[in-house]
């Protein structure tokens, strides 16, 4: 099956810094989505890149959807305490088997910890 | 949060029971998807549906079963329960045409 290498497993940060995490595969999707997760809660979308070299942001984070359609890169800049979690990135592929399934495949997480 | 709810939000169970958990969704979407959560694993795809009726394996569905009488409700049924189904359970649900999923809160199940 399909399969994202993410990487880092973890990062420990300073406050203020910025960080930088990516998700690559052998596989070719034709949506990107990020996703950050606090403990004891499900994961809440951050990002969703559609195109083949999109580059979107939403506040501090910017997302790029990479060019192969195999990768992407999710920045984080200024990190703040509340950034702490663990983000996933998903890459999305619909398939048709009785109705059209938009299936995700996650990595395995990036667990996130800022250092006030 | 899309209006999804799951139930129980935990539980324990012995081994060999049956387990229902609930995903109940307040906006009539087409697809309901359930995920499970586990150290090293990331979230993998148990089942899914994409209609009344109409539901598909994941990459995880053995010992695992699913029904969706009503569009609002998608219930996953471990028939026996054993100790590899301890597990964070989520529902998702596609919102709109295109792909964004929005997760419920979770469903953490022991199996002892």
């Known amino acids: 099956g399909q399969q994202l290498n993410q990487s880092p497993q973890s990062m420990f940060i300073q406050e203020g810094e910025d960080v930088s995490m990516n998700c690559t595969s052998s596989s070719i999707f034709n949506t990107w989505l990020w996703y950050k997760q606090d403990p004891g809660e499900g994961p809440v979308l951050l990002i969703a890149?559609?195109?083949?070299?999109e580059l979107t942001s939403n506040g501090r984070l910017t997302a790029q959807f990479g060019i192969t359609r195999k990768d992407s890169f999710l920045n984080i800049s200024a990190s703040i305490p509340s950034d702490v979690g663990i983000y996933f990135c998903?890459?999305?592929?619909?398939?048709?088997?009785?109705?059209?399934?938009?299936?995700?495949?996650f990595g395995k997480g990036t667990l996130l910890t800022v250092n006030p | 949060d899309a209006g999804i709810t799951q139930s129980p939000r935990h539980k324990v169970t012995e081994t060999g029971t049956p387990v229902t958990l609930r995903c109940h969704q307040t906006?009539?979407?087409?697809?309901m998807y359930w995920y499970r959560q586990d150290p090293g694993h990331g979230l993998r795809l148990i089942h899914y549906s994409y209609g009344v009726k109409d539901t598909d394996k994941g990459e995880v569905s053995d010992g695992y079963s699913v029904s969706r009488s009503k569009t609002e409700d998608f219930l996953l049924t471990l028939e026996s329960a054993t100790s590899s189904q301890t597990s964070v359970y989520f529902c998702?649900?596609?919102?709109?045409?295109?792909?964004?999923?929005?997760f419920g809160q979770g469903t953490r199940l022991t199996v002892v």
């Open positions: 906006e009539n979407h087409r697809y």
């Open positions: 998903a890459g999305q592929t619909i398939e048709n088997s009785g109705g059209s399934n938009y299936k995700l495949t």
């Open positions: 998702a649900i596609r919102v709109g045409w295109n792909t964004e999923a929005f």
């Open positions: 890149l559609y195109k083949a070299g």
